[in-house]
């Protein structure tokens, strides 16, 4: 089977949905039709910057996903279809497709600029434009088409398998209230749960989730890193209040 990435940067606007609930509609749809298994949707956070357009937080999202038969080209097409029905007006949304295996450690540099400086859309086009005439596709819509800059980045970082936070995985988001490790590595696909330290916590360990599990890409591995907190453990950050971008 072929190991897939597919990425979006749909740049929000003040009515969209945002990129990660997009992201992670968008891979249902392509498990619904057959052409996905096994998704895995990881959010990677760029730069903020004033002259950077976005609404929230300027994250893009990407897919990774075992290929169920389908040519990469049905992927693409579904995927525009997707994009073109679900941005809103205003937005300038990016897609990026490419097989695990193609993506160059220059793409994954790219993303790692993306991270720390303005990228000016001309090179992003640029660049878009030299993949999509190899065996990768980058497409873009909207009146800027900013988002090829989103897509390209998040599918360069995921690649080098220590970047994003994991908001589409198996069980994650069925986990409420508190939890042992060793159920939560039995009912979702997190690899390892650890301290800051990165030991490894004992299975009787006792996690407060508070319905909001978000493990890490961390050397190729779903990590959730903890901390302990009052006789248990949970993740570093406090529980969000979610909101309609809730990702």
Not at 17 to 22: A, D, E, F
Not at 41 to 49: A, E, I
Not at 54 to 78: F, P, R, V
Not at 238 to 246: A, M
Request: hydrophobic share 35%.
């Amino acid at each position: 089977d072929m190991t897939l990435l597919i990425a979006i940067d749909d740049t929000d606007n003040t009515t969209s949905i945002g990129t990660g609930r997009l992201s992670r509609m968008l891979a249902d749809e392509l498990v619904h039709t057959g052409l996905l298994n096994d998704t895995r949707v990881t959010r990677h956070q760029l730069l903020v910057h004033p002259d950077i357009p976005y609404t929230s937080h300027n994250s893009s999202a990407c897919i990774e996903a075992k290929s169920s038969g389908g040519s990469l080209d049905e992927m693409i097409q579904l995927s525009k279809t997707f994009l073109r029905e679900h941005f809103h007006e205003g937005a300038n949304p990016g897609l990026c497709v490419m097989n695990l295996d193609d993506v160059s450690r220059e793409l994954s540099e790219f993303g790692k600029r993306a991270q720390s400086s303005v990228i000016p859309l001309a090179e992003g086009k640029k660049l878009a434009l030299s993949l999509s005439n190899t065996r990768q596709a980058v497409w873009w819509s909207g009146e800027t088409g900013q988002g090829c800059i989103g897509a390209m980045a998040a599918v360069g970082l995921r690649r080098t398998g220590n970047d994003g936070t994991y908001i589409g995985l198996r069980g994650i988001r069925a986990i409420t209230g508190m939890v042992a490790a060793g159920t939560l590595l039995q009912d979702t696909a997190i690899d390892r749960i650890t301290g800051l330290d990165g030991k490894d916590l004992p299975p009787e360990t006792l996690i407060d989730s508070q319905d909001w599990i978000r493990p890490r890409l961390k050397d190729n591995l779903v990590v959730l890193e903890l901390i302990p907190v009052n006789g248990h453990w949970r993740a570093p950050h406090e529980k969000k209040k979610k909101s309609k971008k809730e990702p």
